[in-house]
């Protein structure tokens, strides 16, 4: 096994583009992959990620349990970003019952996890183009 599937993470590292700017995702395509998600990660560079893969456009919910990191969550449906939730903190301590809760502003059939302020870093807004690329 990979030293990434050792640590629990997803060996599958793709290059997606969100409108003029690049990112390094890992993807979350299954339930667990789902699940996990960025949870204890002490770091991420500035220039990665985690892209969710769902079957179909819904609404969407993420919180931050066990998420070390501050993160900007971009909501994507159709190739196109449709909102974007900037600078997520963490919530170490918090119970889980009052974690907060963010939600798509429409239904959304992907999720990109990136480090807070890479939206704004890179200009990416709503109505952006998403494309994930081939390959590494």
């Known amino acids: 096994r990979s030293p990434r599937a050792r640590e629990g993470r ?23 992959e789902w699940a996990r998600g960025l949870k204890n990660r002490e770091t991420l560079p500035a220039d990665a990620g985690m892209f969710f893969v769902f079957p179909s456009a819904e609404s969407r919910t993420f919180w931050m349990k066990e998420t070390l990191i501050p993160l900007d969550l971009l909501w994507i449906r159709d190739g196109r970003v449709i909102g974007v939730t900037e600078n997520v ?38 109505g952006d183009p998403v ?5 590494r």
Do not use: I
């Open 89 to 126: 903190q963490p919530e170490p301590g918090v119970p889980e019952d009052q974690l907060r809760r963010y939600g798509s502003p429409e239904p959304a059939d992907r999720v990109l996890e990136a480090p807070a302020g890479w939206s704004e870093r890179n200009g990416v807004g709503v």
């Open 10 to 32: 997803s060996a599958d590292v793709r290059t997606l583009r969100v409108g003029g700017a690049t990112v390094a995702v890992e993807l979350a395509q299954t339930s667990a």
């Open 131 to 135: 494309l994930l690329l081939e390959g």
